[in-house]
T-cell receptor, first 114, second 110 residues
Framework: EADIYQTPRYLVIGTGKKITLECSQTMGHDKMYWYQQDPGMELHLIHYSYGVNSTEKGDLSSESTVSRIRTEHFPLTLESARPSHTSQYLC?????????????FGPGTRLLVL | KNEVEQSPQNLTAQEGEFITINCSYS?????LHWLQQHPGGGIVSLFMLSSGKKKHGRLIATINIQEKHSSLHITASHPRDSAVYIC????????????FGTGTRLQVTL
């Protein structure tokens, strides 16, 4: 079982509010990822990090920002939430293995912006 | 057109049936992943393949690199197998980033 956690699991918030979605892993993985998934649609990578103080934007443009001050922690922030940000946000981490990398996913945060 | 296509999009089966989910991709890859997503949203990695075939319990995954195609088989399906099954590929030269299919929603009934 993966030791990767996300809080909150569900969030309903009004337009214009600042929100931070938390993601933590206790596996010591250097690589971490944020994905956005709309209902019935595929996951899209919005941010990734290959280690402390390293962050990159993913394939899908996002107004969110991330930080990686500690290995275990990779929070995602929206400065001013909008209804278009309503989605599920999934955090993952990975480690290299003999046959390639396996990604471990958190339970996700379902965000609804009113 | 998505780089990763899955079929079928939805699948309903009766308990005990043999199930096949297909994945085709259009890019060069270094590995292909099969993932399972339950209604609560959590995702579990089932297989990572770069060639041949892997088996874990009632699940079997195969890949044909030349044909750019992979299949996930479930033998003796059970209602607890009901979930969305997602195919994802790691494009050659991209280290860790994955490209995902839209998933196949499987419902197994009694």
């Amino acid at each position: 079982e993966a030791d990767i956690y996300q809080t909150p699991r569900y969030l309903v918030i009004g337009t214009g509010k600042k929100i931070t979605l938390e993601c933590s892993q206790t596996m010591g993985h250097d690589k971490m990822y944020w994905y956005q998934q709309d209902p019935g649609m595929e996951l899209h990578l919005i941010h990734y990090s290959y280690g402390v103080n390293s962050t990159e934007k993913g394939d899908l443009s996002s107004e969110s920002t991330v930080s990686r001050i500690r290995t275990e922690h990779f929070p995602l922030t929206l400065e001013s939430a909008r209804p278009s940000h309503t989605s599920q946000y999934l955090c993952a981490s990975s480690e290299p293995g003999a046959q390639g990398e396996t990604q471990y996913f958190g339970p996700g945060t379902r965000l609804l912006v009113l | 057109k998505n780089e990763v296509e899955q079929s079928p999009q939805n699948l309903t089966a009766q308990e005990g049936e043999f199930i096949t989910i297909n994945c085709s991709y259009s890019v060069g890859i270094s590995a292909l992943h099969w993932l399972q997503q339950h209604p609560g949203g959590g995702i579990v990695s089932l297989f990572m393949l770069s060639s041949g075939k892997k088996k874990h319990g009632r699940l079997i995954a195969t890949i044909n690199i030349q044909e750019k195609h992979s299949s996930l088989h479930i033998t003796a399906s059970h209602p607890r197998d009901s979930a969305v099954y997602i195919c994802a590929v790691r494009r050659a030269g991209t280290a860790s980033k994955l490209t995902f299919g839209t998933g196949t929603r499987l419902q197994v009934t009694l």
